[in-house]
């Protein structure tokens, strides 16, 4: 059995709770108590952008730096980097192993499972820093097992998991805000009034000192540089190396962290040139669907939002390309059918693309193509339904002898297929 095997083996399902995993690790001798300061991520969407703007700039700065994101795009090695490095074969199915025999006893989801295994592999590897990323809400998510982080970040909140984080920004911003612990500092992202009020609330109830954009810091992008202000200094940093407007507020926040953490600006500034996220508005330019993009003189891009937050970051990124080089715009979308179809085309209505669905291999949760065609032509799009995502894009591209840019989107999971089939995920 493989490693991933072995974890897929728990129950892939969502129980949100801390109790299995407090008595997972209690069993194992509580290694979450043995791990390098910790800066904890949560909100709905630039959480793992954001963790990748601080693992690369720590990493300038010398630092040793363990991480764990979830999900992964192509193998479930990608959600642990220990020391800089993803983790490896033999080392994951031996820490699986360990929490496995546990598992008569004490019953583990797979997130948990994993969230333990992160733990117990970062104890037993020296480091300097550690970067959790929450993998669901936040407050009952596994990774708030940890009592005494060094550094909360909180970024912008809005709606997903609707079923289970609650229907209203308030609710959400409630689970989100279970991260903050007493007196530990939390950087605040862009948030709704109705967000913030929330986690002010909370914040002030556990003494934590918030630093909130808009109040105490701010970022903007100035003469080709990203300007990072706060109330005491001001660092004058290179434009992100992740595209989209919103990358500027997910460095900024990062960039706002590891001032506080104690990171020089040289550092800080190289990272935020360095950073690398596969799947987050991602030029794709190697591979079969870059190739045969490339041939037929077409932009190939790939993103993973997949609720209207994310989708309008990305409708946003889309029309700046728009204004500077009009094409002929085309989503190729595959979603779960959990998710918001409405309103995530709603975020593309002022751009009017033509839009291509497609099935989503890796996840037995998605919604039929023929199902989201239908609810796009619904909202006024031309919209079909293809029987794969290399189908969608020959559609695409045989359209037309007008160049296209095209946008592969609606789910990690679906530019995980497509990142399965050989672009690098460096």
């Known amino acids: 059995m493989n490693a991933a095997?072995?974890?897929?083996?728990?129950?892939?399902?969502?129980?949100?709770?801390?109790?299995?995993?407090?008595?997972?690790?209690?069993?194992?001798?509580?290694?979450?108590?043995?791990?390098?300061?910790?800066?904890h991520v949560a909100g709905t969407n630039g959480k793992g952008s954001t963790v990748a703007f601080l693992r690369a700039m720590a990493e300038a700065g010398g630092l040793s730096v363990h991480a764990y994101t979830s999900p992964h795009?192509?193998?479930?090695?990608?959600?642990?980097?220990?020391?800089?490095?993803?983790?490896?074969?033999?080392?994951?199915?031996?820490?699986?192993?360990?929490?496995?025999?546990?598992?008569?006893?004490?019953?583990?989801?797979?997130?948990?499972?994993?969230?333990?295994?992160a733990f117990v592999a970062f104890s037993e590897t020296i480091a300097d820093l550690t970067l959790l990323e929450v993998g669901l809400g936040g407050r009952l998510d596994a990774t708030n097992i940890v009592t005494k982080p060094k550094l909360t970040i909180i970024t912008p909140v809005d709606f997903d998991h609707k079923e289970m984080l609650g229907d209203t920004l308030a609710k959400i911003a409630g689970e989100k805000a279970g991260i903050l612990?007493?007196?530990?500092?939390?950087?605040?992202?862009?948030?709704?009034?109705?967000?913030?009020?929330?986690?002010?609330?909370?914040?002030e109830a556990l003494g934590v000192p918030l630093l909130v954009f808009g109040r105490d810091w701010d970022c903007y992008?100035?003469?080709?540089?990203?300007?990072?202000?706060?109330?005491?200094?001001?660092?004058?940093?290179?434009?992100?190396?992740?595209?989209?407007h919103h990358q500027f507020e997910n460095a900024g926040a990062a960039a706002v962290a590891m001032t506080l953490y104690g990171l020089d600006?040289?550092?800080?500034?190289?990272?935020?040139?360095?950073?690398s996220w596969p799947a987050r508005m991602q030029r794709l330019q190697t591979g079969p669907y870059a190739e045969m993009a490339l041939a037929a003189g077409a932009e190939l891009w790939l993103d993973g939002g997949h609720n209207p937050h994310g989708a309008a970051a990305a409708a946003s990124y889309m029309a700046?390309?728009?204004?500077?080089?009009?094409?002929?715009?085309?989503?190729?979308?595959?979603?779960?059918?959990?998710?918001?179809?409405?309103?995530?085309?709603?975020?593309?209505?002022?751009?009017?693309?033509?839009v291509i669905t497609v099935p989503i291999r890796t996840s037995d949760a998605g919604r039929a193509p023929s199902e989201l065609?239908?609810?796009?032509?619904?909202?006024?799009?031309?919209?079909?339904?293809?029987?794969?995502?290399?189908?969608?894009?020959?559609?695409?591209?045989?359209q037309?002898?007008?160049?296209?840019?095209?946008?592969?989107?609606?789910?990690?999971?679906?530019?995980?297929?497509?990142?399965?089939?050989g672009p690098s995920l460096t």
Not at 15 to 26: M, Y
Request: hydrophobic residues 45%; aromatic residues 4%; charged residues 25%.
């Open 5 to 39: 095997d072995l974890f897929y083996s728990f129950p892939r399902k969502i129980d949100l709770g801390l109790a299995r995993v407090a008595a997972a690790l209690e069993a194992l001798g509580r290694p979450q108590d043995l791990i390098p300061p910790v800066i």
């Open 73 to 117: 795009l192509v193998t479930i090695h990608e959600r642990w980097r220990i020391a800089g490095q993803l983790i490896g074969e033999e080392a994951l199915l031996e820490i699986g192993q360990r929490i496995q025999a546990l598992s008569n006893q004490i019953p583990l989801t797979v997130f948990e499972a994993e969230t333990v295994a």
């Open 181 to 203: 612990k007493p007196h530990i500092p939390c950087v605040v992202s862009r948030q709704a009034d109705e967000a913030l009020a929330v986690i002010e609330r909370r914040a």
């Open 221 to 244: 992008p100035e003469r080709g540089r990203l300007i990072v202000q706060m109330q005491d200094r001001l660092l004058d940093l290179p434009l992100p190396g992740l595209p989209g």
């Open 265 to 275: 600006e040289g550092a800080i500034a190289t990272g935020v040139q360095r950073v």
């Open 320 to 354: 700046s390309l728009q204004a500077k080089d009009w094409r002929r715009l085309v989503l190729i979308t595959g979603q779960l059918g959990t998710k918001d179809p409405t309103g995530f085309f709603q975020a593309f209505q002022t751009l009017k693309p033509e």
């Open 373 to 398: 065609a239908e609810l796009a032509r619904a909202m006024g799009f031309d919209a079909k339904p293809a029987d794969t995502p290399m189908d969608g894009l020959r559609s695409a591209l045989a």
């Open 400 to 421: 037309s002898s007008r160049p296209a840019r095209v946008l592969i989107c609606g789910s990690l999971y679906l530019a995980g297929d497509v990142l399965a089939e």
